[in-house]
């Protein structure tokens, strides 16, 4: 399992309306989460690409920047 942190730039609850439709639907995404204090999605799964999350959020027109990606013993890939 992996576990992937995206910084995400001040967003709203039609962000979320936006990421829940193709993190849904993402083969190996197991779950997803916005923390909306502090802007950071946080995406876990098996087998997830980190470039490709970049690139389905960045395709809504949002700006993300990978923070950091964590094995399953949480440590750091």
């Not at 439709?21 to 802007?39: A, D, F, Q, R, S």
């Amino acid at each position: 399992m992996e576990i992937l942190k995206f910084k995400m730039p001040k967003h709203s609850v039609d962000t979320q309306r936006q990421l829940a439709p193709i993190l849904n639907k993402e083969k190996g995404v197991m779950h997803w989460n916005l923390n909306t204090n502090y802007h950071i999605l946080t995406v876990s799964g098996e087998n997830i690409n980190p470039e490709k999350i970049e690139k389905l959020i960045e395709s809504l027109g949002l700006q993300v920047d990978l923070m950091h990606v964590f094995g399953v013993s949480g440590v750091g890939l």
